[in-house]
């Protein structure tokens, strides 16, 4: 093979490597109750990418809740440390996540 052709192979067997994976997943959680996703954002996030996030995650698990929280990303990244949160979408640096 070409080195583009090596390199483009590699990159299908991740992503099919992925797809098994989100498959999988989804199996999984089809007999298992999924806690809500509990997601915060702050004021500049782009809509469409909070919907775009929102929608994948329903698509993976129809049954799953989301719990969208707004918030500055001080506040926001602090309810991620602590575990109130699951994730959090920021427009600025996330400094101090351990």
Same mark, same amino acid.
């Given at each position: ?35 809500? @996703? ?7 996030? %782009?809509? *469409? =990418? &909070?919907?775009?996030?929102? /929608? ?20 926001? @990244? ?7 949160? %699951?994730? *959090? =979408? &920021?427009?600025?640096?996330? /400094?101090?996540?351990?």
């Amino acid at each position: 093979m070409t080195p583009a052709a090596e390199v483009l192979a590699a990159g299908a067997r991740q992503i099919l490597a992925l797809r098994n994976e989100v498959i999988a997943a989804a199996q999984a959680s089809h007999n298992v109750s999924i806690a809500p @996703l509990r997601i915060g954002f702050s004021q500049f996030v %782009d809509r *469409a =990418l &909070l919907q775009m996030v929102c /929608d994948a995650h329903t698509d993976l698990f129809p049954n799953s809740e989301i719990t969208p929280k707004s918030g500055d990303h001080v506040e926001l @990244l602090s309810l991620v440390e602590r575990g109130i949160i %699951d994730a *959090a =979408l &920021l427009t600025l640096p996330a /400094d101090g996540i351990a």
